[in-house]
């Protein structure tokens, strides 16, 4: 007796249903008029899943603009299968309101969320609650629009393990079921990853333990208890990124504070926040203005053919001595032909001449700086991306209050510029990064640092959430340590002590610690059983702990190198993750050709089974 193919989808979040969007439109060239059973797992619901689920607080905001965000292809994306164009989150919000979509009231259950639907514009940030409507719809419709035969189970669950051998069905076990879920295929595409504390960690709670203080480890900032913090009292947080954003938003407004007239008007309920990091400054804002005039034409000096010739050297990679000349030359590239060409009076020579020369210069060499420094003139007009990543080296200061008055400064000027512009370089330097980052997933892991680098420039937090930043710091609840931050332990006193590289000599201390931060990707550390079975199974990893799988199709690779033929992984925590949660349109998105890839794999590997080219009765 025939039997249904079957395909089970660990993870119900965008990515899962992004790739649910790429079988139904792969399927009518590659599975047509062939029965398919698709299970998807996960204990949220789809669409959503935990990230960007609707039980969260409403006052959290997406990290993009509206008119930023789409989960469709269009022409400018790499794929072999068909473009299915959709709406961009604000255009689908338009059509809402406009009554070409409508929604039920169980997709949006509370009036100030379906207010904010109707009242979204391109340029709002809206809030993840809403971005999980959007969602949910782009599943449905995904779902939709698979053909007849193609049916979809939500198992609501967590799958905890995959078991079976590289030729035959494989077995999915969901937390307390007592049978698995039988597949032909297996996509894990779980996203982020939660982790057992690093050694470090460990040491900080077994001394907050011993001493009754309160550390908070890396987390997902929307899933921590913060009830443990006090109010009035000072919380050292090592961490400025968007992990940090989200804390200062639950602990202030989240606690009753409010905004008026540009000044924060404190509850009386929140904790004095100290915060420090590396580089002890925020990540760069958003840019707040839309693209004018001619885009660069990119990539250009980090295309498909420099990452070929960087992987068949046969070297193991060092990121900073082989990848980063390319990718610097790669930015600067972008930099100046936004400058020359939208800016020229701020430039001495000819761009023909100047691209060619450019061209030309080793990427590495002397030669690129004096070209640079002969042509354009003020130095505030040159990209020095050692200088971006590390803005307060060799700045000191006298104080802590010293360092209040000189932080607001920077914060203040990161914001004027970034939604200046004049200062239009900037978006292609950003333009410039989105494009690095899609050539360079084809090398796998090439460690945090670039991950980092590219968070801190070009996923940033909305400019209202930096002037929401200078207001706490004016009223006291918000208080900055400085770069090159160190935390101490103090078994003496009991208590933990921060200090800085910015004002040396000086320290505060405080009774709890917060790492506003998001655990590190790690298959040896990821609290996810399913993720440490396929480890123990024999799926490689990487020496920083990403799961390896194949750039081209997603297929989990093994120790001896070789895909597994019947599982995939899809995400942030694979060699082929790809930079920012969604896609802007127009820009290629590499998670877009990610996904038809793998389903055009997944889709002929089944083709293949139900016409008896393969194990199916396996």
Known sequence: MSRTPALVVIGAGPRGTGLIERI??????????????????????PGGGRIWRHDQSPLLWMNSMAEDVTMFTDDTVRLEGPVRPGPALHTWAADIRDGRLKLSDEAVPEPELHSEIKGLKGQDFPSRRLQSVYLRWVHEQAVAALPEGVTVHWHRGRAVRVSGSREGRQSVWLEGADKPLLADLVAVTIGHLDAEPEPEQVELADFAGRHGLVHLPPDFTADTDLTALPAGEPVIVRGFGLAFVDLMVLLTEGRGGRYENGEYEPSGREPVLHIGSR?????????????????P?????????????????????????DVWPHVDKELGYAHYHRLFTAHPERTTADWHDFEAKYAAADPAGPELSALVAAAVPDPADRLDLEALDRPLDGVRHPSYDSLQEGMRAYIS?????????????????????????????????????????????????????????????RAGVVRFLGAGMTVEADERRGVFR?????????????????????????????????????YEDGAAATDTGLLSVDPDDGRILGRDGHPHPRRFALGPFTTARAGGAFTRPRTGGPAFRQNDATARTALALLRDLACGDGPLGA
């Open 279 to 295: 580089r002890g400054v925020p990540y760069h804002s958003k840019i707040g203005y839309a693209w004018q005039g001619e885009r």
């Open 297 to 321: 034409p990119l990539p250009r000096f980090l295309g498909p053919d420099r990452i070929e010739a960087l992987l068949k050297t046969g070297e193991p990679l060092d990121f900073r001595r």
């Open 498 to 534: 921060a200090g800085s590289a910015t004002v040396p000599g000086e320290s505060i201390e405080a009774r709890a610690l917060v790492e506003a931060r998001l655990p590190d990707p790690s298959l040896e550390r990821t609290r996810s059983s399913l993720l440490r079975e396929l």
């Open 413 to 473: 000027a990161d914001l004027e510029r970034r939604h200046d512009p004049g200062h239009s370089p900037d978006l292609a330097v950003f333009l410039g990064l989105l494009s690095a980052y899609g050539q360079l997933i084809r090398l796998g892991d090439i460690g945090g640092w670039w991950h980092g680098f590219f968070s801190y420039l070009a996923s940033g937090p909305p400019g209202p959430r930096l002037h929401q930043l200078l207001a706490l710091s």
């Open 24 to 45: 139904a439109a792969n399927a009518p060239g590659l599975y047509e008029g062939r029965p398919l059973d698709i299970h998807l797992v996960d204990p949220h619901p």
